[in-house]
């Protein structure tokens, strides 16, 4: 969160807005704030939002193998879980759940290239999710193929000379 003062140089103290709402200056120095905000805003521009982007893609990388849904991401920014995945599918053409999935995914394929023999309630567990059945429907929904089948493939290509 950012005050006024952070984010334009000027403090505006809410409670003396609310208490002269009637009064036109104070409707007149919400416009200026409005103005100022919009202004400083535009001026951040998209450095902003790759940073915002990066940060979220950051937290997620650190937080897949936990049960994490929006609304953890977006307690780390302080914003709503609705906000915060419009804004995740403005910044990355992607949607939070497509991309943690994705990830998790990715994530399982690398320790069954490691290890073929990996059971996969361990893995569904380790990558975060809380049950095998949903880990093993999103890996052949991502994958084409269950985790099984790939671990046995990657294990019939180790054997290969």
Same mark, same amino acid.
């Given at each position: ?38 202004k400083v805003v535009k001026q951040r ?41 419009? =804004?995740?599918?403005? =910044?990355?053409?992607?949607?939070? $759940? ?28 380790? !990558? ?16 084409? !193929? ?12 180790? $054997?290969?000379?």
């Amino acid at each position: 969160k950012t005050t006024t003062k952070e984010l334009y140089g000027t403090q505006m103290n809410w409670a003396t807005v609310y208490q002269e709402s009637s009064r036109p200056e104070t409707l007149d120095s919400l416009f200026v704030c409005a103005r100022n905000i919009a202004k400083v805003v535009k001026q951040r521009g998209a450095s902003d939002n790759d940073k915002m982007l990066a940060l979220m893609r950051t937290y997620i990388q650190h937080h897949y193998c936990e049960d994490i849904g929006l609304q953890d991401l977006a307690n780390q920014f302080n914003i709503t879980a609705k906000y915060c995945g419009k =804004l995740f599918s403005q =910044l990355s053409n992607d949607t939070f $759940k497509n991309y943690l999935n994705q990830y998790r995914v990715d994530r399982a394929k690398e320790i069954l290239e490691q290890n073929p023999m990996t059971h996969i309630v361990d893995l569904a567990q380790k !990558m975060g999710f809380n049950s095998s059945t949903s880990f093993i429907r999103v890996f052949n929904r991502y994958v084409g !193929m269950s985790p099984k089948a790939y671990a046995d493939s990657v294990a019939t290509k180790q $054997k290969e000379p």
